[in-house]
């Protein structure tokens, strides 16, 4: 019996003494990051860096955060930040946003807050933290821009889940219920407010391929950037409106898209009218539009329903062999 106690007394000595050796590791790997971030002309700011949680846990907290990247002119700061992970599994991360945060570029700065935000990482530490899977979620999320407008979303959930053998192609899910748009986009697009304030539910499932892993490297370096998205379906109902979008797209190095979406579109005239009102259909070719949109929608045998391809190519979208106008750019910042 007093061999068994000496036996878990050393058992337990030795937890004790793995716990703390790996804690004040952890404080230190980000103490030296920090300083990494600093050398590279960063601006870095921690007031606290604690570690607690002992013995099942290490909860890393840090207040009074500030990273700003000069090289991408983007800034975050937090009053606290909280990373948590077991003691027998460091693959497991759960990240938590304080209450209010901001995210600053030269040419905007935007106040986040939220009932809760928080994201599961399944990582692996051994290939610069590089990400196999993230959850997402979001309560009573808020939106504030320092250019006048505000966005807020009752429930949301991002999901992205890198694919077996791939390095960087990841199946991506994003859902979002009671999304209340910027006033000035909802005033532009219903001004006689007969749509209701909130669109019930926007989604969109996604696989993307990215030229570098979601790794550590994405913050300290570049962020990674789409070559190419599947895109299963994307949807979003408001009122009597209902859009559906699906394609793949090729994307260049310049962040141009080669390929086709296809639409379909629900009580699509009320949408162009929409269009016409915020300032994205010039008023003199509504007439134009409508009426050739009018020829296609016949063709499914709905007329409220339209259902069309969309080319992307060279920067350009088209309508069959007519330029609609310039193609989006998407690149990450």
Request: hydrophobic share 50%; proline share 4%; charged share 20%.
């Given at each position: 019996?007093?061999?068994?106690?000496?036996?878990?007394?050393?058992?337990?000595?030795?937890?004790?003494?793995?716990?703390?050796?790996?804690?004040?590791?952890?404080?230190?790997?980000?103490?030296?990051?920090?300083?990494?971030?600093?050398?590279?002309?960063?601006?870095?700011?921690?007031?606290?860096?604690?570690?607690?949680?002992?013995?099942?846990?290490?909860?890393?907290?840090?207040?009074?955060?500030?990273?700003?990247?000069?090289?991408?002119?983007?800034a975050w700061t937090a009053p606290e930040f909280t990373l948590r992970y077991p003691s027998w599994d460091l693959s497991r991360i759960t990240a938590i946003w304080p209450p209010s945060h901001m995210?600053?570029?030269?040419?905007?700065?935007?106040?986040?807050s939220a009932e809760r935000l928080s994201s599961t990482l399944d990582v692996r530490p051994s290939a610069r933290m590089a990400l196999d899977?993230?959850?997402?979620?979001?309560?009573?999320?808020?939106?504030?821009?320092?250019?006048?407008?505000?966005?807020?979303l009752a429930?949301?959930?991002?999901?992205?889940?890198?694919?077996?053998?791939?390095?960087a192609r990841y199946?991506?899910?994003?859902?979002?219920?009671?999304?209340?748009?910027?006033?000035?986009?909802?005033?532009?697009?219903?001004?006689?407010?007969?749509?209701?304030?909130?669109?019930?539910?926007?989604?969109?499932?996604?696989?993307?391929?990215?030229?570098?892993?979601w790794d550590i490297g994405a913050i300290e370096d570049i962020r990674p950037q789409p070559t190419?998205?599947?895109?299963?379906?994307?949807?979003?109902?408001?009122?009597?409106?209902?859009?559906?979008?699906?394609g793949m797209l090729d994307i260049d190095a310049e962040g141009r898209p080669t390929g086709e979406i296809a639409i379909r579109a629900q009580n699509w005239p009320e949408m162009l009218a929409m269009a016409e009102r915020a300032g994205l259909l010039p008023p003199g070719l509504r007439p134009t539009a409508e009426s050739a949109l009018g020829f296609l929608a016949g063709l499914s045998g709905r007329r409220e329903d339209l259902d069309v391809t969309l080319r992307l190519d060279q920067g350009f979208v088209f309508l069959g062999p007519l330029p609609v106008g310039e193609g989006p750019r998407i690149r990450l910042r």
């Open positions: 019996m007093k061999r068994i106690l000496v036996i878990l007394t050393v058992i337990g000595t030795l937890c004790v003494a793995a716990w703390f050796g790996w804690a004040a590791f952890s404080k230190r790997a980000i103490e030296n990051w920090f300083a990494a971030r600093l050398a590279e002309g960063w601006q870095v700011a921690a007031d606290e860096i604690t570690v607690s949680g002992f013995p099942s846990t290490f909860e890393t907290r840090l207040t009074g955060l500030m990273l700003a990247d000069p090289a991408t002119g983007l995210i600053a570029s030269p040419d905007e700065r935007l106040t986040i899977a993230s959850q997402t979620r979001m309560q009573g999320l808020a939106i504030t821009s320092s250019l006048g407008w505000q966005s807020q429930h949301g959930q991002i999901d992205m889940i890198r694919q077996t053998g791939a390095t199946d991506m899910r994003f859902s979002a219920n009671d999304l209340v748009p910027a006033e000035q986009v909802a005033k532009l697009l219903d001004p006689a407010g007969v749509l209701p304030q909130a669109i019930p539910g926007v989604s969109a499932t996604a696989l993307v391929d990215f030229d570098r892993p190419r998205i599947d895109l299963s379906e994307a949807r979003a109902e408001w009122g009597a409106l209902m859009l559906r979008l699906s």
